[in-house]
C-alpha cells in the first residue's frame, strides 16, 4: 500500500516528460483473459497490454510507477474494479484525461460477494456466457474508437464469439449430469461458471485467508457429505488451505490457472477432471 501510494507521487511528479514517439494504439487490459480475446479481435495493428502478470493475485497487485505511464497512454482502459484500479485512476485521468476507461462489469448482473467483503462477485471472466456479453459490448467500444477498423473487428469477434458457444455446449453436455455439485476450489473465481452450470461453488480461502480450526473441521465435513473428490488450487492464490485439507482426506490437488490465455482448453479439461472423479466416485 504504502509503496502503491510513492508510485503514484512519482507518476504525477513525472506527468510532464511525455513521450511523442509513433506508436501503436494502445489498450490496457487488467487480466489476462480479455487480454488475449481484444488481442485477437483488434489484431497486431494495436498494443494489447495487461496490468497483472499471469501469476499474481489480482486484488493483492500493485503497479509500479513504470506501468502507471504506460497505462496513461492508452486510449481505452478495460478495468475490472480491482483496488488498485480505484487508487490509481483518478491521477491516470489527470495524465490523460481523453482516456476512456470501460468498467468490464457495468451492465452485468452481478452477484453478492460474500468472500471478499464487497458488494458485488465479479469474477465474471470464467463464465462463457458472461464473456460474450462482454465481448460484444467491448467490440462496440472498439468499433466507435478505431472505426476504420470496424469491419475486421467484427469479423474476428464472429469466430470468437462462435468458439465460446460451442465450448459452453460443449461445457453444457459434459456437466449436465454429474451426480455431485459441489467443487472445492482455493479460491471463489468459479462463482458464475457454477452458476451457469449448476454446479456449487465451495471456497476454501475466507476473506482471503486459508481457514484453520473450526473452519477447517467444517470443510472436512463437508468433503465427506457431499463426496468431494478433488481440491482445486489456483497458482496466484496461498494453498495452505488445499494442502491442509489434502493431508487429512488425501485427495489429490489439481491446479487451474483462472487467468489462462488458453481459455477453451482451460475450462474443458476443467470440467473433464470434474466428470470424470463424480463419474468412478462411489
Ligand atoms: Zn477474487
Known sequence: MKSLLLSIVLFISGLFAKDYSM??????TTIS???HFIQRIVGE???VLCII???KNPHLFEPTTKQMQKIAKATIWFSMGESFENQISPAIKRAN???QMIDLCDDLDLIADSHHKKAQDRHVWLSPKILQKQLISITKILNKTFSDDEKRFEKNLTQIIAELKNLDAELTTMLSDLKNKAVLVTHPDFTYFCKDYELEQLPIEKFGNSPTGKLLQNYLNKIKTKN???IFHQPQYSDIGAKALSKQ??????II???SSDYTHNLLSFARSLKESYVTSP
Request: no cysteine; glycine share 0%.
Open 23 to 28: 506508436e501503436k494504439p494502445l489498450i490496457v
Open 33 to 35: 483473459p480479455y487480454n
Open 45 to 47: 495493428k494495436y498494443e
Open 53 to 55: 502478470p499471469q501469476s
Open 97 to 99: 484525461p481523453k482516456i
Open 228 to 230: 468431494i473428490k478433488l
Open 249 to 254: 482426506t488425501k485427495l489429490p490437488i489439481i
Open 257 to 259: 490457472d483462472p487467468f
